[in-house]
């Protein structure tokens, strides 16, 4: 026999969209036999019923033949022959009778029982079952909805507050407690009874698999059987071969009989076994006091609510089953066939909201900064995951060999970032530009560092707890829209000349593609360590709490001032005198790090540390060269002869108006888009 198609029991809890599409093909399966089986006893009825009209017909023949010697015909003369010869008749006729009668007997029993016993039973038990299921499965629903609509409230808050609403904040906490765990017990019980009506369910429908196949078989059995035996005994028409077939067929329907037994068997021990789990399995967010966070996912699927839109200020909620697929976020309602695409996820920027006072929210934001989707998930350790495997996948892990490994490998680096990075620390061993001048010699166009001394400890650097500002650049989109129509004066400081005219006295222009990372305020500028310590702890919190955004912008190095522009609208962001720059480094591992330190003057007449830290698209190496080049022209402009050496050691551009750097195109060809989003290796 060829194998038959099954339901597994183990889905039944997860309930998923695939399952459900599967007991969809069952569920079709089982309507259209139970339309061919009413079709099919509508055909043997009416064989039962032609078998009965034939006794009834022969029974009234055979009194029809005895009734012609009671005719008074006026010619009757010369009938006694006739009418024993009728008589004969009438005796076979009563004998055939007989034989119809109990074919007729025989198929009923055999061929129309059967079959009717089949729909009344177990058609109308899956019937019935499906019933069941949807009744459990809105109720489970409904128990979920109720439970999603629980408020975030803290619990045990203690706040300074009279006596009486301290007692009264005490009792609407209980309350909220008890509402809280009735609901929970609400949900456990509703997904209990839709897991036990789905196992119910799923079992009859497998069954039923095979059910069909003995209910279509048997009453066909007994038809054959009746027919053999009416005409075994009315005249051997029946050969030997039609018993050994009957026979093999009947074989045939004892296996299948075996075969069911068995399957049911299993399918109860089964069925014992799942039903005997833990109540945690029912319980949603059971374990949030320490779940088990899986970080290292670059897939994910399960069901979220997907926040709706449904007015200027009205919102819905719909329980939809996500999943992950390559780069995608895709969504498929319950029933569907296929999955729809809702989000791109490369590049984008996940992270936990609060909404409408709902918990375990997370909101997954686009490459353009623009807000995207806000889903809910239904427990803290599916909110996390779902925000980890969104991290991993827009990182592009999935499209590497081994997205596995390089998920844990990037995971561990940002547990590991939380931790002094003795790498931060080295004190640099070949000579490089990232000296301060006043720390380094010039020889032969290369700056020789002095002599090393020990590493500082990270408290004498920056202050513990310093807080570290991610945003200093505006992205060009917001500054669009702040600014469109009339011109007025920027609150964040920002010009719109785009001539920049310090910039065409200049003897030094060079632009660098970055990215900003953070910006922290330091307690010394002495020594380079500080800016070592302060890329490791913005990449630390950039670790910690999830933030991959950066905004590209365009630094210009000028023999005056340091610039930041935006690519797309050419204002300046920021603007950073280069005698206020008292310290500049480039990180010797990840050569695209590096940072400044700048001095600034308070209104208090003390001055104010800062350190600003970027990615760039080149090496870091070419922006110190280009600090610290500025910085000598800075100081050999008050002596002309100084400065015609300088300029003689130095390639000029065509119009001898600008220092060329290299003669190299840079690492990138500048172009804002095909960087957008990129984010740091370190």
């Known amino acids: ?114 079959i009717i016993q089949f729909r009344e039973k177990d058609l109308t038990e899956v019937s019935t079952l499906k019933d069941l299921f949807g009744l459990a499965s809105n109720e489970h629903d409904l128990s979920m909805a109720k439970y ?12 300074s507050v009279p006596l009486f609403w301290l007692c009264k904040l005490a009792m609407k906490q209980h309350l909220g407690t008890s509402v809280k765990a009735e609901v929970g017990k609400e949900v456990a019980a509703a997904r209990r009874k839709q897991h036990l009506s789905a196992l119910q369910y799923y079992c009859a429908l497998n069954a039923l698999q095979y059910r ?43 296996s ?52 709706n839109k449904t007015g200027l200020v009205t919102t819905t909620w719909e329980r939809l089953y996500f999943f992950t697929q390559g780069g995608n976020l895709m969504c498929q309602p319950r029933g569907a066939v296929a999955g729809g695409l809702i989000q791109d996820l490369d590049n984008c920027s996940v992270m936990a909201v609060d909404c409408e006072d709902r918990r375990y929210c997370f909101q997954i934001t686009t490459p353009n900064g623009k ?89 004498e650097l920056i202050a513990p707890g310093t807080p570290i500002q991610f945003d200093i650049v505006l992205p060009a989109t917001e500054f669009l829209d702040q600014n469109r129509g009339s011109r007025r004066t920027n609150p964040f400081g920002e010009t719109e000349d785009d001539s920049f005219p310090e910039a ?78 008292t310290q500049f480094a480039a990180h010797q591992e990840n050569k695209r790090l590096v940072g400044f330190v700048v001095r600034t003057p308070e209104s208090t007449g003390e001055q104010s540390l800062s350190t600003y830290i970027f990615e760039s698209n080149s090496e ?8 610290n080049l500025g910085k000598e022209i800075i100081e050999v402009q008050k002596d002309p002869e100084a400065l015609a050496q300088l300029m003689l050691s130095i390639p000029l551009t065509n119009d001898g108006k600008y220092v060329l750097l290299n003669d190299q195109p840079d690492d990138s060809d500048g172009s804002p888009s095909e960087h957008r989003g990129a984010e740091s290796e370190a």
């Open 1 to 114: 026999m060829p194998a038959v198609d099954k339901l597994l029991l183990e889905e039944a809890l997860q309930d998923s969209p695939q399952t459900r599409s599967l007991l969809s093909v069952f569920e079709e399966d089982a309507g259209t036999l139970t339309d061919y089986t009413n079709q099919l006893l509508q055909a043997m009825q009416r064989v039962y019923g032609a078998q009965n009209e034939m006794c009834l017909a022969t029974q009234q023949l055979s009194k029809q033949l005895l009734a012609y010697e009671k005719q008074n015909f006026a010619l009757g003369k010369g009938d006694e022959e006739v009418i024993s010869t009728l008589h004969y008749f009438s005796k076979v006729v009563d004998e055939l009778n007989v034989l119809h009668t109990e074919l007729a007997k025989q198929l009923a029993d055999t061929m129309v029982l059967p």
């Open 148 to 159: 999603s609509r629980l408020p975030k409230r803290k619990e045990n808050e203690k706040t």
């Open 212 to 254: 069909k196949r003995v209910a279509m078989m048997e009453p066909m059995m007994g038809f054959a059987h009746g027919q053999i035996n009416f005409f075994k005994k009315g005249a051997e028409m029946f050969s030997r071969s039609m018993d050994s077939f009957l026979s093999s067929v009947a074989d045939m329907v004892q």
């Open 256 to 307: 299948i009989q075996v075969e069911l037994e068995a399957e049911a068997e299993k399918m109860r021990v089964s069925q014992q076994e799942l039903l005997s789990v833990d109540e945690t399995v029912y319980t949603p967010d059971f374990d949030v006091a320490a779940p088990e966070i899986n970080r290292n996912l670059i897939q994910k699927a399960g069901y979220l609510n997907l926040r």
């Open 371 to 459: 807000s995207g989707i806000i889903l809910q998930a239904e427990s803290r350790k599916e909110n996390e995951e779902w925000i980890c495997a969104i991290n991993n996948i827009s990182r592009q892990i999935y499209l590497t060999d081994n997205p596995e490994a390089v998920a844990i490998k990037l995971n561990q680096t940002a547990l590991q970032a939380v931790t002094p990075i003795t790498s931060f620390g080295k004190k640099q061993d070949s000579s490089c530009p990232s000296q301060t001048v006043k720390n380094a010699e010039v020889e032969n166009d290369k700056i020789v560092p002095k002599a090393t001394v020990s590493a500082p400890e990270a408290e």
């Open 504 to 581: 065409e006295d200049s003897l030094l222009q060079q632009m660098f593609i970055v990215r900003f990372l953070g910006s922290m305020a330091v307690k010394t500028d002495s020594t380079t360590e500080v800016i070592y310590e302060a890329m490791r702890q913005v990449l630390a919190a950039r670790a910690i709490h999830n933030i991959f955004r950066m905004t590209e912008s365009h630094l210009m190095v000028t023999s005056q001032t340091l610039r930041l522009i935006d690519p797309q609208t050419q204002v300046s962001r920021a603007n950073f005198e280069l005698t206020s720059v």
């Open 620 to 627: 870091g190496e070419k922006i110190c060269y280009a600090i």
